[in-house]
């Protein structure tokens, strides 16, 4: 048994502080510098960008991630990525880490960092160094709300959640952030999300971790690119005295069950945030040999410029959907393809059903409908969220200047 | 030695006749059957989509190429793609075939079928019967120039090119057409070219063929999606009594430059007769590992909707570029990637050069201009071109309606 605490946030969980304060590095004066906080140190589990252009603080966290997984927090700044900056860019993140560190009294090695903004500018490490002294004396446990805000860039409104889960040895919290400008703001188009939660979690969950953060963050699309910075950390403190190890299967499938949909809420509200959006369709691929096909053909569909295209102009075009099937590099067979816009079949082996298209319009007029693309060749599936193409979204990359 | 023959068609080398006429397929009333024919038998080469999702006549023109390559032309109808009909569509592809051959008396399985036009719907063939019998006796050696008209869709203006090659024994000539929607239609966006070649070609040349396709019609993008249609065949009759075997090496590689070069002429006019598009850039890959690599990284960046809204608002938006590239699959090392916007380093070494942005902005303002990605890995290279996108790309592609 869980729910879903819709004012949650990560801190939620018991043990957790967290802050957000305005040190100046946007220009816009709004909050700007951020940590959560764990006093006893959280199990750390990090997934971050498979770009091979990686910030310097997705560097850096991967190195402290090795050398050590039980952290006490992470210091983030939005308006600066620190990406693309080189060996100053380095030095300046390893500066963060040692200034959250002395203020918070932590061990070397016990925090980590993230930059979120524009990329190819150093970072005005000044305005951290001044303004990190006075983000550490107010964490506090109802700070989870002024984290959210201060990890911004263009989001027009702050994410997070949380979930309550109920096991015989008593409650597990769980509590989320993200951000992400989605199709907002080119240059600054990095997801992050920081998950907190009172239940001790072993070594060996990072495998279920990444398989959460595929089917939430991984299976959202905006872009189809991934940025320079995107990372997602997921704290265990135990602070609630549980371990997942305690938990009976039922419980311990509760609480993954309850962790998922935290992070697949996270994920999706970055994509209900994007400007320039005016649909969210769900892409859903069925029957496919392997998850990772199905997964492949959702996202390669979700991204194509003719669908999104589609979307947007309220246009219930099966061709398009069929031909990008087709296209997505995944050995598909015509013929064996069946696709459903909401509830009506369009596509019956390979071939137009003929379906009147009046009663298909009712669905893509809809801001939100499924699209479900089923390929007879096997039992795995997999969904993916995405956006439209629209003018807006144009405007806003085109008129974007560096 | 080669010279480009601007006004050159497939009629331009010798034996070859070709014709275009009105059927009534497309709406318009513009012209929309034509035919290739050769006295001669030519060795056909043929190129074909990679989509999973194929229409009828490619399954069916694989299907003839693999019994027999020696073909006396094709018969391509446009307004109708003849994809995703089922056994319909199968049925009429063989049917326009046997027309063909029936009318020009030619053997039976010498005739080849290419369609492009509207999806899921089944041809018209009571028109193609009607007029396949007044498409043949008007066929002529001037008729290049109606049949490039003729297999137009949206296209604004026809495709075609040729050129001569001076050999010892003689000249060879080389005349192609193209047609391509690019940006311009999403049901109907499909490229089909044809070259024709008075030369005698050994069935080896396959794989010379192939590569220069790579670096011609697969090295364009517009939507990055592949159709269910795109078809590419040469096709040589060795009328001119020279075999590309009797050539020396000199002459055989000005052969096929001049070859390659009447491809990438083609491919690019796809290019610039994008509606909606505003640019046409080269992205041209560098130092990488391999070529396919190289064109994997090209690719991914010419097709990323950050960089092809930056290239339509004139930014110089360098991140966008470096990100994409590492964003490719590609294995990429970021520190030692340079970029180059024109003549101009904007990235070195994985950092901003911190160029002044109003020199690039005269770089950026071109209508057509060049973009370098210096890998620093490897000795390969590749290049592809690519068209932007606008606004008006989402107003075609968002209004059509099926």
């Not at 979700?302 to 061709?319: C, I, Q, R």
Request: charged fraction near 20%; include cysteine; charge should be negative.
């Amino acid at each position: 048994m869980y729910e879903i605490l819709i004012e949650g946030n990560v801190c939620s969980p018991q043990g957790f502080q967290a802050n957000g304060v305005r040190s100046g590095i946007k220009e816009s004066g709004k909050p700007d510098l951020a940590m959560l906080f764990s006093e006893k140190p959280a199990r750390c589990f990090g997934v971050f960008t498979q770009n091979n252009v990686q910030a310097a603080p997705v560097i850096l966290d991967r190195e402290i991630l090795e050398q050590n997984t039980k952290i006490h927090g992470v210091i983030v700044n939005s308006g600066n990525a620190n990406a693309c900056t080189g060996a100053q860019g380095m030095q300046n993140a390893q500066e963060m880490v040692k200034l959250a560190e002395k203020e918070t009294k932590s061990d070397a090695g016990s925090f980590l960092v993230c930059s979120t903004g524009i990329i190819g500018h150093q970072l005005p490490m000044e305005k951290i160094r001044q303004h990190t002294p006075e983000l550490v004396p107010s964490l506090s446990e109802r700070g989870g709300h002024h984290f959210a805000e201060a990890i911004m860039t263009t989001d027009t409104r702050s994410k997070h959640i949380g979930a309550a889960v109920a096991t015989a040895h008593g409650v597990v919290k769980i509590g989320g952030a993200s951000k992400g400008s989605g199709m907002i703001h080119p240059n600054m188009a990095t997801m992050l999300a920081f998950v907190s939660t009172d239940i001790a979690l072993p070594d060996d969950f990072q495998e279920i971790y990444q398989e959460l953060i595929e089917a939430s963050f991984n299976s959202i699309t905006v872009d189809g690119d991934q940025s320079t910075n995107d990372t997602s950390l997921l704290f265990a403190n135990g602070a609630s005295g549980i371990a997942y190890a305690d938990l009976n299967e039922q419980e311990k499938q509760q609480f993954v069950q309850a962790l998922g949909e935290v992070l697949q809420i996270l994920a999706r509200k970055i994509i209900e945030d994007g400007e320039g959006a005016t649909k969210l369709v769900t892409f859903q691929v069925e029957q496919a040999r392997t998850r990772e096909e199905a997964r492949s053909v959702a996202r390669f569909v979700a991204n194509s410029k003719l669908v999104k295209t589609a979307v947007f102009g309220e246009d219930p075009n099966w061709g398009r959907l069929l031909s990008a099937a087709g296209s997505s590099g995944v050995k598909v067979k015509a013929d064996a393809i069946d696709i459903y816009i909401g509830e009506h079949q369009v596509v019956l082996g390979g071939c137009g059903t003929g379906i009147d298209e009046d009663v298909l319009r009712k669905i893509v007029c809809l801001p939100e409908y499924t699209i479900r693309i089923v390929l007879g060749l096997g039992k795995e599936e997999a969904r993916v969220w995405a956006s439209d193409l629209s003018y807006e979204y144009v405007r806003i990359n085109a008129e974007y200047t560096t």
